[in-house]
């Protein structure tokens, strides 16, 4: 592997960040339309399709068993994180979703102590109780705008899915060593299907003509996003690449505003700055070893 400067790797993540924030957008309008269900499964199927299009003409190696266990266990809490995800953006405003998505760096302190056996420091134990604040205050303004009970069920399954991210932190790092980006894209994506598909007898619907395009979109934009942040993880430590996840907020505020004009709440911003402190105090730590994580897989 040739080696790369932080910075670099920094860019292209950020790069795959911008990616996964349009498709969030892509998919929001797809999870309102036809359900969060319907925009998952097409969406995933069509980035099988691309990805495994890409996959077989280049003849890749097939993964080892150490690789395949780690893209079923990621793919299947990403169908899981997902579906919770979009349950949820399609109820509450986009920058608010993604601000609430950010505590999941909190969580993951307390699942590599759970996992690694990891004293849990002071510094990260004030950082969460201020990152919790932060969560209250987003969810405070959600309530003085009287967004309804619909709106606060979407909020708590999207902070449902940012505990299962946080998992998800853990092992992508971990994949992103393992397996070539194209490898990790594609895996995901057919994995993810196949969850999905379980439930396509009772559930599924066919998209409409003008829905295709989008769904062909948000596919494209998640498999090159997975592509540039597994060739970014590979190539410079997470603790380095974390602070690229808060762009995702600038982005979700111009895309909810274009978009869906969605006006960003003062206190969705407040608490958003809360949890990006509250995120940035408890990382200032010792970094995981690789050798860690595979204990703890």
Known sequence: ?????????????????????????????????????????????????????????????????????????????????????????????????????????????????????EKIERQAILASLLGFAGVLVILSGQAAAEMGPEAFRGALAILASAGLYAYNIILMRRQALLAKPLEVAFFMSFIMSACFLIAAPLLAVAPTAPQVPALAGAALLAFVSLMLLSWAYARAEAQHLAPVEYTAFIWASFFGLVVFSEPVLPLTLIGAAMIVVACVIATRRRPV???EMEAAL
């Open 289 to 291: 070893s690789i050798a």
């Open 1 to 117: 592997m040739k080696p790369v400067s932080t910075a670099t790797a920094f860019g292209v993540a950020s790069f795959g960040i911008a990616a996964f924030s349009a498709m969030d957008a892509l998919m929001k309008g797809l999870s309102v339309e036809m359900g969060a269900y319907n925009a998952l499964l097409w969406r995933t199927l069509a980035g099988a399709v691309i990805g495994g299009a890409m996959f077989f003409a280049r003849r890749s190696p097939w993964p080892g068993p150490q690789a395949a266990r780690i893209h079923v266990l990621r793919g299947v809490l990403s169908a899981a994180m997902a579906f919770l995800f979009f349950w949820g953006l399609a109820r509450v405003p986009l920058a608010q979703g993604v601000a609430l998505s950010f505590v999941a760096p909190l969580i993951a302190l307390y699942l590599a102590a759970w996992l690694l056996k």
